[in-house]
């Protein structure tokens, strides 16, 4: 019975541990947000460009510096009306780049997009891009 106490009292001690270091994480900072048609493997873009054919991926690449946790999110737009939303949750020990990316499989129409970068549900930043 007292290995039942003990190991109780073991994950006890983990858990508030776990706990403590959660709250003393970071919160991520915006360094740079990249637009492009392909990524290094870092998840950086490898040529930033702003115009895309219809049938091109379209890729965002978000950069934080430093130690660092929160939700990273996209908001993908054309002409002001949103198109999708995704996010993903980031937890780092130092600068990153994380990416997301965009698709059309039937192609994209001609016209005026941009990505909103949040970060933990607060606008950080836009960029505008085209297709031709």
């Not at 990416?99 to 990505?115: I, K, R, T």
Request: charged share 20%; with cysteine; glycine share 8%.
């Amino acid at each position: 019975m007292p290995t039942i106490g003990v190991s109780r009292s073991v994950r006890a001690i983990a858990f508030v541990f776990a706990l403590l270091a959660a709250s003393c994480s970071d919160p991520l900072a915006l360094a740079n947000i990249q637009v492009g048609r392909s990524l290094n493997i870092d998840n950086s873009v490898a040529a930033p460009t702003t115009t895309f054919k219809p049938g091109e991926t379209v890729y965002v690449s978000i950069h934080t510096t430093s130690r660092g946790k929160g939700t990273i999110g996209v908001r993908w737009k054309y002409r002001d009306k949103v198109i999708d939303e995704p996010t993903k949750q980031v937890s780092t020990d130092g600068a990153k780049a994380t990416e997301f990316h965009l698709v059309n499989s039937s192609g994209f129409p001609a016209g005026d997009y941009s990505v909103d970068v949040l970060i933990d549900g607060q606008l950080v930043g836009s960029r505008a891009f085209n297709v031709q």
